[in-house]
């Protein structure tokens, strides 16, 4: 079955920076666009980044373009997001996320706080 399990979350200070890696497995990795997706207390998930299915292209959302960089590694069904210069709005569970046959699939989600 589909799975994604994401690591590196953790705690920095505004300014810091974080990478993120999303393990996948159980579909053929090289043929699908994924995205990183975060979800904030109260608010709702929203797709703060996206790679097609071979790297060529991709996609950030307004607030986080030029700070966000997300890349993948199809020999090893890894996705991963470079967060820089952070700041306390990029608190969220962040997870990554792939559509598949008509069905959305996530993982469960990494924990990213910016605080002094």
């Known amino acids: 079955q589909v799975q994604l399990v994401e690591s590196g979350g953790g705690q920095v200070r505004p300014g810091g920076a974080l990478r993120l890696s999303c393990a996948a497995s159980?579909?053929?990795?090289?043929?699908?666009?994924l995205g990183w997706f975060r979800q904030a207390p109260g608010k709702e998930r929203e797709l703060v980044a996206q790679?097609?299915?071979?790297?060529?292209?991709?996609w950030y959302a307004n607030d986080v373009k030029g700070r966000f960089t997300i890349s993948r590694d199809n020999a090893k069904n890894l996705v991963y997001l470079q967060m820089n210069r952070l700041k306390p709005e990029d608190t969220a569970v962040y997870s990554c996320?792939?559509?598949?046959?008509?069905?959305?699939?996530w993982g469960q989600g990494t924990q990213v706080t910016v605080s002094p």
């Open positions: 790679i097609s299915s071979v790297g060529g292209a991709t």
């Open positions: 159980g579909f053929d990795f090289s043929n699908y666009a």
């Open positions: 996320g792939c559509y598949i046959q008509r069905v959305n699939y």
